[in-house]
């Protein structure tokens, strides 16, 4: 695994401009399927438009009074039915040697003990070469961001999500806004604060950044 470094920046601090390059990251903000305001549900990989591989994918709208960190829907990684620990992925083409910038949202459902890890993987998701592994833990009605700067090894690369408190059971760990994008070319879009802020990280290897 690269050197990995963990650095506390404010965005508040951090002003520049930069286009945002492309999405390759399908509904990372949990948008598809859509529901009815005030209802969940959970989804299997081979959903359509879900995107997502690995356990079931349990998206809420608004449940509760329940805010995403943006939009109208987000994930909850421990997911219904209960069946173990919970693990989704993606796999993405990548170009070697190119800079990526990952970025998602997260807050704890029921207390601030919940965690799960995020992994970079090179290759697909059952693959031994880890680009990055880092834990996360969120905070009870509170979203952040966290994140960071990836350089590929190859053609295609998997972002993996795990369980680790609560491992199994389905209550815990929201996730929104799951994002990567490369640095290096690629369409033009918005500009996006949270991506802009990693971007200065980029020279350091995999370099966190986390933002409450």
Not at 89 to 109: E, G, K, P
Not at 162 to 169: A, C, F, H, K, T
């Amino acid at each position: 695994m690269k050197h990995f470094t963990r650095i506390l920046v404010s965005i508040s601090l951090l002003v520049f401009s930069f286009a945002a390059k492309a999405e390759l990251i399908i509904n990372g903000g949990f948008e598809k399927p859509e529901l009815a305001e005030n209802s969940w549900s959970f989804f299997p990989e081979g959903t359509p438009d879900l995107g997502w591989q690995g356990s079931n994918v349990e998206i809420w709208h608004k449940l509760g009074g329940v805010q995403p960190n943006s939009g109208n829907q987000h994930a909850e990684l421990n997911a219904h039915p209960n069946a173990g620990s919970w693990m989704i992925y993606q796999t993405f083409s990548t170009i070697a040697d190119d800079n990526y910038v990952l970025s998602f949202a997260y807050s704890a459902r029921v207390n601030n003990n919940e965690a799960f890890k995020v992994e970079v993987l090179d290759g697909d998701h059952n693959s031994a070469t880890v680009l990055a592994s880092f834990e996360v833990s969120g905070t009870v009605g509170q979203w952040a961001i966290d994140g960071g700067v990836f350089a590929a090894l190859g053609s295609t690369t998997t972002l993996k999500i795990s369980s680790i408190n609560p491992l199994g059971g389905t209550f815990g760990n929201f996730i929104d806004d799951v994002s990567v994008k490369s640095e290096n070319g690629g369409p033009s879009e918005v500009p996006e604060p949270s991506t802009l802020a990693i971007l200065a990280l980029s020279l350091l290897g995999f370099s966190r950044l986390k933002r409450n």
